[in-house]
């Protein structure tokens, strides 16, 4: 089975390196959004490079499991392991949804969603910094404006059985939240996919192991 990983915001295939698991993980790479374009739009596109003649499994990661729970509602995938991510609006925080009512983040240059880097690295709870960091210069300000809005406005509330969400306890961005089946790492953050990378890799590979279909 071939496993798919989605990354978040503008991260790239660094997230998914520290992880030992039993398949190879084929990251998917960002493309730049049309303009105006739909998150549903967006991972329709994105979705064109997974190979569907055979079964196959996404891994998305905070942002990244929002385009993965998309793509799951398009594509049909064995399993979807979504990582510090929600797979509906209502595991969200109300704030964002206000922001996304607001319209605010549109009249925000796209240079100012750069925030001072020990803030970000708090935020996040990245123990990791040196990495941290290399993946905040890399990262599209452009997109990430882009992809912020859509996270605030994301509509979704269709929930599939095929999901599992992996949480940490101590996540500032995306808490714990929902009724999807779900695994918590006890004090872990943002970031826990590097910074706890073994405990996601073993329950990853268990997962992959016993798939369930929608």
């Known amino acids: 089975m071939k496993v798919y990983g989605v990354s978040g915001l503008g991260a790239d295939k660094r997230v998914f390196e520290h992880l030992t698991l039993d398949v190879e993980i084929i990251p ?13 739009s967006y991972s329709e596109r994105l979705s064109s490079v997974i190979d569907t003649s055979k079964e196959f499994a996404l891994i998305g990661v905070s942002f990244g499991g929002l385009i993965a729970t998309e793509i799951n509602q398009i594509l049909h995938p064995n399993k979807v392991i979504l990582i510090s991510s929600a797979q509906t ?22 240079s100012l969603f750069n925030p001072p880097r ?3 690295r708090y935020i996040i709870g990245a123990k990791n910094a040196k990495l941290f ?19 605030t406005t994301w509509q979704n509330l269709k929930e599939s059985v095929n999901v599992v969400k992996i949480n940490g306890t101590n996540d500032k961005l995306i808490p714990p939240r929902g009724t999807t089946a779900m695994k918590l790492i006890e004090g872990g953050e943002h970031f826990m996919i590097i910074d706890r990378a073994d ?3 073993e329950i990853i590979n268990f997962e992959l192991k016993n798939p369930k279909k929608k």
């Open 89 to 110: 609006k209502r595991e969200l925080r109300p704030i964002y949804k206000w922001i996304g009512k607001s319209r605010i983040l549109k009249l925000i240059p796209a």
């Open 199 to 201: 405990e996601i890799s």
């Open 28 to 40: 998917i790479v960002w493309i730049i959004p049309n303009r105006n374009e739909s998150i549903k």
């Open 133 to 151: 960091y290399e993946i905040l210069d890399d990262t599209d300000l452009n997109f990430v404006k882009w992809a912020l809005q859509e996270f």
């Open 118 to 120: 020990f803030l970000a």
